[in-house]
């Protein structure tokens, strides 16, 4: 299994949340990528992550900057489609994406974000009450606290 693109991964992620009613937003779909690369991580051990792109602790949640910007348009309404992407070909890629997917589709954005600014990953990165871009919530940190979770 080989990494993608942070926005091959969104595209398949948008694609599918809309193929099964499950309403799919920029804070949500930022989400879902934190929640896919946490999977990839934990499954290869921090060896493969789902996407190379970094993700950075915002004051509303992890973000994949690259992924943000392409959907900021949309401000908090959702994503419509179809979406043009690159599908990824590899089955153990998008049957780990499907499994994330399923897990978590039906939960709002903001009920995604309360589970993960209560995670070391997030917490390590970013200076509470005050805005910022840019604090990267490494790989390392997020493979840390899911093996040993």
Known sequence: MKSETALNAAGYIITQCLKKDFEIHNQKLNCLLYFSQSWFLLLSKGATPCFDDSIEAWCFGPV???VYNKYARYGSLEIPGPIQYQKPTDKIFTDNLDTVIDYYGNYA???LFDIIKHQDPYKK???EGREFRGRVISNASITSFFVNE
């Open 125 to 127: 990165a970013i200076i």
């Open 109 to 111: 954005g903001y009920q």
């Open 64 to 66: 994949v900057p690259v």
